[in-house]
T-cell receptor, first 117, second 114 residues
Framework: AQSVTQLDSQVPVFEEAPVELRCNYSSSVSVYLFWYVQYPNQGLQLLLKYLSGSTLVKGINGFEAEFNKSQTSFHLRKPSVHISDTAEYFCAVSVREKETSGSRLTFGEGTQLTVNP | DVKVTQSSRYLVKRTGEKVFLECVQDMDHENMFWYRQDPGLGLRLIYFSYDVKMKEKGDIPEGYSVSREKKERFSLILESASTNQTSMYLC?????????????FGPGTRLTVT
C-alpha cells in the first residue's frame, strides 16, 4: 500500500517570496504523483502531475514540482507567490497499473499556504 | 469543461436521520468517487464506482452506503447520521483507463450532524 506525507501543515509566506511545499511518499511499486489545489470554498483542481519522463514538471499558475525517486519526494515550488495563491495544497499518489478501470488516489494531509501582503 | 455538481453546499441534519448526498457529472465519466475531508487528515476515500450498479469500498466505508443507478449520478447515503460524520464531503469523477488518475471534483457539501 502507498502513503503520502506532507511535512508542513501550514506555510505562511510574504507576497513575492519563494515557497516550497514538501511531500514524501512510500510505495513499493512505480507511481504517478500529483499536486491538487483547493481554493477557499471550492473543490480540488489538478495543479500538476508526474507520470514519466522529465523529473521536473510544470503546472498551472507558475508552480513546478520535482520528482526525486531516491528521496521518494515530490516537492512543490514557486519562485514568487501572490496573494491569490493562498489555498490548501494536496499531494497525491496513484499506483501504476497495467490495466485498470480506475485508479485510486491516496492523498496527503494537506498544506495550508497563506500568502501575506 | 467537466462539471461535477453536488446537490447541497451546506446541510444540517439531526442524529439518526437518513441523509442523501447527490453528485452529478456531465462528461460521461465511468468512474465516480466519494471522499470526506477533515482538517489534518486530508481526503479519505469512502466508496467508489467504476460502472453503473458497481461499487467498491474505500478506506472508510463504515456507516455509509452508495448507489449508482445511472452513469452520471452517484449518491452517498448515511443510513443513520451520527455526530462523527460531521465533515466536508467531496465527490469526484474520472475517465476509465490510463487517464483515470485525473479526477475532477465537485465543490463539496459541508454536512453538520447535531
Amino acid at each position: 500500500a502507498q502513503s503520502v506525507t506532507q511535512l508542513d501543515s501550514q506555510v505562511p509566506v510574504f507576497e513575492e517570496a519563494p515557497v516550497e511545499l514538501r511531500c514524501n511518499y512510500s510505495s513499493s511499486v512505480s507511481v504517478y504523483l500529483f499536486w491538487y489545489v483547493q481554493y477557499p470554498n471550492q473543490g480540488l483542481q489538478l495543479l500538476l502531475k508526474y507520470l514519466s519522463g522529465s523529473t521536473l514538471v510544470k503546472g498551472i499558475n507558475g508552480f513546478e514540482a520535482e520528482f526525486n525517486k531516491s528521496q521518494t519526494s515530490f516537492h512543490l515550488r514557486k519562485p514568487s507567490v501572490h496573494i491569490s495563491d493562498t489555498a490548501e495544497y494536496f499531494c497525491a499518489v496513484s499506483v501504476r497499473e497495467k490495466e485498470t478501470s480506475g485508479s485510486r488516489l491516496t492523498f496527503g494531509e494537506g498544506t495550508q499556504l497563506t500568502v501575506n501582503p | 469543461d467537466v462539471k461535477v455538481t453536488q446537490s447541497s453546499r451546506y446541510l444540517v441534519k439531526r442524529t439518526g436521520e437518513k441523509v442523501f448526498l447527490e453528485c452529478v457529472q456531465d462528461m460521461d465519466h465511468e468512474n465516480m468517487f466519494w471522499y470526506r475531508q477533515d482538517p489534518g487528515l486530508g481526503l479519505r476515500l469512502i466508496y467508489f464506482s467504476y460502472d453503473v450498479k458497481m461499487k467498491e469500498k474505500g478506506d472508510i466505508p463504515e456507516g455509509y452506503s452508495v448507489s449508482r443507478e445511472k452513469k452520471e449520478r452517484f449518491s452517498l447515503i448515511l443510513e443513520s447520521a451520527s455526530t462523527n460524520q460531521t465533515s466536508m464531503y467531496l465527490c469526484a469523477s474520472s475517465l476509465r483507463g490510463v487517464l483515470s488518475y485525473e479526477q475532477y471534483f465537485g465543490p463539496g457539501t459541508r454536512l453538520t450532524v447535531t
